[in-house]
């Protein structure tokens, strides 16, 4: 079937600048785009294009590429050092603030300014929480997102680690370490955003960025890896047609069912 | 002070500007006038007189064909030349009267004023109103003295004059709020009097502050009538939106405004049953606001019933640019016709006319699932699900998600950034459905 | 006069098209963009419009 081309909607722009986001900055050409391709072809051509694909595009291929070069995907750069373009894995990589922590890995903790401003290694789109709060602005007052899911979302995060993450006993997490490092500032205002996997009434907003949010904690506190933000996104992503489903908006003038 | 609303609903741009100030101007002069005999919802009304006849202002030229049926005026002395199928706005041929104006404009004897108010009995205004032909002149021509006789449990407890006016372009009932404000009010206080009812409303959107300013005082002199600014905002003079906004009050899926204890009537509507009761002059006019970007000057016109659309854009100084599309009531909701041949109805509210550049039609792309049809719906329902549905054809899922409640405001249509227009299943859905259930 | 086009309501439609959505989206996107560049170096800015312009192809090629 022939169907017309979509390039004008700029979607796949968007795409593709978010999947670069997840990539550390040492990435070489070819992982990008064997994970645009997988992003591209597998996951949104695939399933109908524009609208029809189940989970993000953006964090499939990351996931993809975690899968396929784990190493290289860990491979972060430490700030302010030159990188060259086809590069191998070298001395001027550093492991992220959560990976520090969650391995027991050697080097220094990042300052929570820092983490804030940017000044710490990570992918190319999470390093600057400043940065991503000011695009999140921009939706905003564009009306493009509501503040409903990121702000839900960080906020569970932060305040789940804040009660339960905390080496001490109950509330004595870091509220606001937890929710600067990660990409969880990205993720919740670029990924679980994204229209197409995320559900579209209020309600089901809600309940899918707690999700989102429980999921986060859950995987840093317990699981595999360091970090959990595109995991936990991917995961409320499948569960968003279940969600639609059973938060259908109240009908005007008719009782609950 | 806040105006009241809903939730949901849109702001598109409003474009009240280029005819908001413009006073009402008297229009006469056609030639030719033509009566289609369906102005209004439910029956065909009979034609009461024959080819040749000589009629005159305020004569009736045919008789409401039932119950949900109103009476037809001819709004003009002259001969009767014919009674033929004839175009109508809504698209199709329609039987009907057409008079050739004599110029005169003589009114039949028939017409004298009725007993001061103080006399009239609830029943003697209802008849009052029927026999004037008076139907909702908002769009819905909805049978006006039906609704002004009290439901039999005795329910009703308020009256509202629904000035909203929320679809762009639209001046006529802001112009008639301000120039015509006693007579607004006269119009409330009898539909007041033929419910029975001592509270009343005049609700008007923010953006009319001049005339909230004059209603408020002139509402002073009035007892009962409460002036109540509303929120500007898309769908606000939506029946069951303007109930929900003044009163609070929620009127039930399938059910009538009177089941919650209101009547909702048209600002012009409201002028109307002033107009006949005092002077017993039947609905023979109604302002029409001309405008759009293809046309020359923009007018808000007094016009009388039956004069053709040509005429009127003649009048307003032709178009100055081509026009690709002319639409008779607001973009919204209005009907674009084919053929400027159409007459001027009850129910038309403004004549619209826009050249490509304003309608902006784009190709529709995909439902990417934003959900902003979902959060603007007035009705709270899921437009995207129904699009969805509506493409495959499954009328029994559209039934599910409450198809029937859609008001068809077009407000989820208007928003779709992949213009997938959810309305135009809706729409086909609730056809299909009705057509089903007539079986 | 020419024909006249005839169609359902509404007739008019909000200027929000996808492609004004998702140029929102870039444009909201370029703060950490930068900002990821500044930090993490300007080579990358190659590495970034070499994915654009291949998804561009990708995405051709995945829907004609």
């Given amino acids: 079937m022939k169907l017309p081309t979509t390039i004008g909607d700029l979607s796949a722009v968007v795409s593709g600048i978010l999947l670069g986001f997840n990539l550390p900055s040492t990435a070489p050409f070819w992982m990008c785009i064997a994970g645009s391709f997988f992003m591209m072809i597998i996951v949104k051509a695939f399933f109908g294009g524009l609208g029809q694909n189940f989970i993000n595009p953006a964090l499939a291929g990351r996931a993809f590429l975690m899968a396929s070069w784990p190493t290289r995907m860990i491979a972060f750069a430490q700030p302010f050092s030159k990188v060259p373009l086809i590069s191998k894995i070298d001395a001027v990589t550093s492991p992220t603030a959560l990976s520090i922590i969650k391995n027991g890995l050697e080097g220094e903790v990042p300052t929570k300014m820092d983490l804030f401003l940017g000044n710490v290694s990570g992918c190319i789109g999470e390093v600057s929480a400043l940065a991503l709060l000011i695009g999140f602005v921009y939706l905003l007052i564009r009306k493009v997102i509501s503040w409903r899911i990121p702000v839900v979302f960080i906020g569970v995060t932060g305040l789940l680690s804040y009660a339960f993450g905390g080496s001490e006993g109950l509330f004595t997490g870091d509220f606001l370490f937890s929710i600067l490092s990660g990409s969880l500032f990205l993720g919740a205002i670029f990924m679980a955003t994204d229209y197409t996997t995320s559900p579209v009434t209020s309600l089901g907003q809600y309940i899918y960025a707690i999700g989102c949010g429980a999921m986060v904690f859950i995987i840093r506190k317990w699981g595999g890896y360091p970090e959990g933000v595109s995991y936990a996104i991917m995961l409320m992503n499948v569960a968003t047609p279940l969600i639609d489903k059973i938060t259908p908006p109240k009908k005007f003038g008719r009782r609950k069912a | ?439 | ?64």
């Fill in chain 2, 1 to 439: 002070m806040r105006g009241k609303t809903f939730k949901g609903g849109i702001h598109p741009p409003y474009n009240k500007q280029y005819s908001k100030d413009l006073p009402i101007e008297v229009l006469d002069g056609a030639k030719e006038m033509f009566y289609p005999l369906s102005q209004h919802i439910g029956a065909f009304a009979e034609p009461v007189v024959n080819v040749g006849d000589k009629v005159f202002c305020g004569q009736v030229i045919a008789k409401a064909g039932g119950f949900v049926s109103a009476n037809i005026h001819s709004s003009v002395s002259g001969t009767v030349t014919a009674i033929k199928p004839y175009p109508h706005p809504n698209g199709t041929e329609v039987m009907t009267i057409v008079v050739e104006n004599d110029g005169e404009y003589k009114v039949h004897e028939y017409i004298k004023p009725n007993k001061p108010l103080e006399q009239l009995t609830p029943a003697e205004i209802v008849d009052i109103v029927k026999e004037a032909g008076i139907v909702g002149m908002g769009g819905a021509t909805f049978p006006t003295y039906i609704k002004l006789m009290p439901p039999k449990d005795g329910a009703v407890d308020c009256v509202i004059v629904n000035g909203a006016e929320c679809e762009p372009y639209l001046s006529s009932d802001h112009r008639v709020l301000v120039e015509n404000t006693k007579g607004v009010l006269d119009g409330l206080k009898i539909a007041m009097k033929a419910l029975g009812v001592t509270t009343g409303y005049v609700a008007i959107e923010d953006n009319k502050p001049d005339a909230i300013e004059i209603m408020v005082q002139c509402a002073k002199e009035y007892e009962g009538i409460t002036v109540v600014p509303l929120k500007t905002k898309y769908p606000q003079g939506s029946e069951k939106h303007i109930i929900k906004a003044v009163t609070g009050r929620t009127v039930p899926s399938g059910g009538l405004p009177s089941s919650v204890g209101c009547v909702v009537i048209n600002t012009d509507t409201a002028n109307a049953i002033n107009t006949a009761v005092v002077t017993g002059m039947p609905l023979i006019s109604r302002v029409v606001t001309v405008g759009g970007d293809a046309i020359e000057n923009n007018k808000n016109y007094k016009v009388r019933i039956g004069t053709p659309v040509s005429f009127v854009i003649e009048c307003a100084g032709g178009f100055k640019k081509e026009p690709s599309k002319i639409i008779l009531g607001g973009p919204m909701m209005g009907t674009a016709v084919s053929n400027t041949d159409v007459p001027i109805i009850k129910g038309t509210g403004a004549i619209l006319s826009f050249t490509d550049e304003a309608l902006r039609e784009t190709a529709s792309s995909k439902c990417m699932r934003c959900g902003k049809c979902v959060e603007a719906c007035p009705m709270f329902l899921q437009p995207l699900l129904l699009g969805a549905y509506g493409k495959k054809d499954d009328i029994e899922k559209m039934k599910e998600l409450n198809v029937m409640d859609c008001i068809e405001c077009g407000a989820c249509s208007y928003l779709c950034p992949g213009h997938q227009n959810p309305l135009q299943y809706i729409r086909v859905a609730k056809l299909k459905i009705g057509k089903a259930g007539k079986k």
């Fill in chain 3, 1 to 64: 006069m020419s024909l006249l086009k005839v169609s359902a309501p509404p007739h008019i439609s909000t200027k929000n098209d996808t492609n004004v959505i998702m140029l929102d989206v870039i444009i909201a996107l370029m703060p950490a963009l930068i900002v990821g560049l500044l930090f993490l170096g300007t080579e990358q800015c190659l590495l970034l419009q070499l994915v654009r312009f291949l998804l561009y192809w990708l995405n051709i090629c995945g829907q004609s």
